[in-house]
C-alpha cells in the first residue's frame, strides 16, 4: 500500500531533493499502476518487437555495440546480445559506490525508463523498482566511466544484477543477486533486445552522484554562511560590512542574500558593540562574495540537474507514438560534467573561506584577545595545553587537497573505442570529484564548528559576549552544537567528534538554516 511518504515513479518528475531522500532511505518508492501508464512502457518495448519482425535495424539490437555497429548480428544471436553486453562491461575498479549512492543511480535510471522512450518492458520497470523499494543494491564500482555512451561499465552492474549475475547488498550481506532475489521472492530477468542497453547506456551514475553533490553544497552554503557571522562575531569585527544598502549596489542575489543572513545573525552583537576594526580582512568581510557566488549559481545548477534526471537518456529511443527508432547521443553527459566542476570549484572556495578564518581565530595576533590555539587552560596548566594547534593544520590540509582537486575533469576528454567514443564527458569522474571536494570542505567544516564553539565559549567565560549579544537563532545553533562538542580546555583527541559531526553533515541530519531560503 501506497503512503504519503511514497515517490510514485510515472507519477510526477524527480526533484533532486526527492532523489536525495530516496538516497538516504527516507522516501519510500512505489512505480505507478495505472494501465496507461504501464502500456506506454510496454508499447515502447513491443515497438522494437514489431521492428525486428520487419528485418528493420536496431542499434545494439541487430549490430554490434559502439564501433562495431557494422558488424551484423545473426537473428538467433539477437536474444543472446543484451547479456554479452552486461558481461564485457564488468571491468569496473575502484570503491563500491555507498548505499546512499547506488540507491540515487537506480532512481535517476528508473526515472528515465519511466518515459516509454527506452524499449524495455514493464517487467523490468517492475523488478528495478522491487529492487529499490526492497533494497537490493548492486554493488556498483566507481572507477571506469568516461561519461559517453554513458556510464556503461558501473551501469553494467545494475544489469548484471537484474538477470542474477552480479553481487548485491542485501539484508546487510554481500550475495549474489539470484540469492538475494530468492529470499525476496523476486525472480531474475531475462533481458530482452535493447533492455541491457537501455539500462547501461545513459548518464544515470553521474547525475545520482550530482543530485547528491547538489544537495549537500546547498546546505553546506547555509552552514558556512552561520560559521561565518560567528568567526565575525567572536574576532569582534564589523557588522556593517553586510549592510543591505552596500549589496543593493552590487545586486547578485545570492550574494545579498548571504549578507542578510550575516546581518540578521549579528544583528543583536551589533547594536551592543562597536567593531575592533574599521575594516575588517577578507576571509570576514568578503564572506557574501565568496559564499554568494555558490548561492547565485545553484539555481542554474538545480535547472541543470533535474532536466537530466527528468530526461530519458539511452540510446537509441524509440518514439512511443510512433515506433520509429531515434539514434542520438542523449548519453552524453556535458551538462553534469559542467556543473560538477562547478559545484567542486565553489566549494573548494568554502573551505579556503573557512581555513582562513581559522587561522585568524587561533592566531593571537589576529584574533582580538583570544588565547593562543584557542586553549581554555587556565593558570598554571596552561604551559602544556596546546588547544586547537593541530585541528588547524589538519584543516589547512583538507583544504589544500580539496583545492588540488578542482581542476576540471570535463577538459580531460580521450578518445575510446576504436576512434567512436572520441568525444567524451568525463561527468562521472567530475561527480566523484565534486563529493570527494565536498567531504574535505565538510571536514574543513567540522573543524570550523570546533573553532567558532571554542571561541564563542572564550568570550562568553571572559563576559565580552553575554547572551543578549546572541540572537535566538544563533544561540540555539551554539546549543545544538554544544551538545555534540565538548569544551576544549585539556587536550584531548578531537577525531571522533570530528567523525561524528561529519556523518550528521553527510546525512543531512542537522537541521538547515533558513530552509525555506533552499
Not at 46 to 75: E, F, K, M, P
Not at 411 to 426: A, I, L
Request: net charge negative; hydrophobic share 45%; glycine share 8%.
Amino acid at each position: 500500500m501506497m503512503t504519503r511518504s511514497d515517490y510514485v515513479f510515472g507519477d510526477a518528475p524527480l526533484t533532486l531533493e526527492n532523489v536525495s531522500e530516496i538516497s538516504l532511505g527516507r522516501l519510500h518508492v512505489a512505480i505507478n499502476r495505472s494501465a496507461d501508464f504501464r502500456k506506454r512502457i510496454q508499447a515502447s518495448a513491443d515497438h522494437v518487437d514489431q521492428t525486428l519482425a520487419r528485418d528493420g535495424v536496431i542499434y545494439g539490437v541487430t549490430t554490434g555495440y559502439g564501433d562495431s555497429c557494422t558488424t551484423d548480428v545473426a537473428d538467433e544471436l539477437v536474444k543472446a546480445l543484451p547479456l554479452h553486453l552486461t558481461r564485457f562491461h564488468g571491468v569496473g575498479l575502484g570503491r563500491i559506490l555507498s548505499a546512499e549512492e547506488t540507491r540515487a543511480v537506480m532512481t535517476v535510471r528508473l526515472a528515465s525508463l519511466a518515459h516509454g522512450w527506452s524499449g524495455v518492458s514493464i517487467e523490468l520497470v517492475d523488478l528495478l523498482t522491487d529492487m529499490l523499494r526492497l533494497d537490493i543494491l548492486p554493488m556498483i564500482p566507481a572507477e571506469g566511466s568516461v561519461g559517453a555512451s554513458g556510464d556503461l561499465t558501473p551501469l553494467s552492474y545494475i544489469a548484471g544484477a537484474l538477470v542474477g549475475e552480479r553481487r548485491v547488498r542485501f539484508c546487510g550481506e554481500e550475495m549474489l543477486s539470484a540469492e538475494a532475489f530468492t529470499k525476496a521472492g523476486l525472480t531474475p530477468l531475462t533481458l530482452r533486445p535493447k533492455e541491457a542497453l537501455a539500462i547501461m547506456n545513459g548518464t544515470a551514475v553521474m547525475t545520482g552522484l550530482g543530485a547528491i553533490a547538489y544537495v549537500r553544497s546547498a546546505r553546506l552554503s547555509a552552514l558556512v554562511t552561520r560559521l561565518s557571522a560567528i568567526a565575525c562575531l567572536v574576532l569582534k569585527g564589523n557588522p556593517a560590512h553586510f549592510d543591505q544598502r552596500l549589496f543593493s549596489a552590487k545586486p547578485h542575489p545570492g550574494q545579498a542574500r548571504v549578507a542578510a543572513r550575516m546581518s540578521l545573525d549579528l544583528s543583536a552583537f551589533a547594536a551592543r558593540h562597536e567593531p575592533s576594526r574599521l575594516q575588517d580582512r577578507y576571509s570576514i568581510r568578503c564572506s557574501p562574495h565568496v559564499i554568494g557566488v555558490l548561492e547565485d549559481m545553484l539555481p542554474a545548477f538545480r535547472t541543470i540537474l533535474e532536466t537530466e534526471v527528468n530526461s530519458a537518456n539511452d540510446n537509441p529511443l524509440i518514439d512511443p507514438e510512433s515506433g520509429d527508432i531515434l539514434h542520438g547521443g542523449h548519453f552524453y553527459g556535458g551538462h553534469v560534467a559542467f556543473v560538477m566542476d562547478g559545484i567542486k570549484t565553489l566549494v573548494a572556495n568554502l573551505a579556503d573561506l573557512m581555513d582562513r578564518q581559522m587561522a585568524l581565530i587561533v592566531d593571537t595576533k589576529f584574533s582580538n584577545g583570544l588565547p593562543a590555539n584557542l586553549s581554555g587552560a587556565q593558570g598554571v596548566r596552561a604551559s602544556i595545553n596546546h588547544g586547537l594547534k593541530a585541528l588547524q593544520i589538519a584543516m589547512s590540509a583538507w583544504t589544500a587537497e580539496a583545492l588540488k582537486l578542482t581542476m576540471p575533469a570535463s577538459v580531460f576528454s580521450r578518445s575510446t573505442e576504436c576512434h567512436n567514443q572520441d568525444k567524451v564527458s568525463m561527468g562521472t569522474i567530475a561527480a566523484r570529484d565534486a563529493l570527494r571536494v565536498l567531504e574535505l570542505t565538510e571536514q574543513v567544516a567540522a573543524a570550523h564548528c570546533i573553532a567558532c564553539l571554542q571561541a564563542l565559549r572564550l568570550r562568553q567565560r571572559s563576559g565580552e559576549i553575554v547572551g543578549g549579544d546572541l540572537t535566538a537563532d544563533l544561540a540555539k545553533f551554539a546549543d545544538d552544537l554544544g551538545a555534540l562538542i565538548p569544551f576544549v580546555d585539556e587536550d584531548a583527541p578531537l577525531d571522533e567528534v570530528l567523525r561524528a559531526l561529519c556523518a550528521d553533515m553527510a546525512a543531512q541530519n542537522w537541521s538547515v538554516i533558513w530552509e525555506g531560503d533552499l
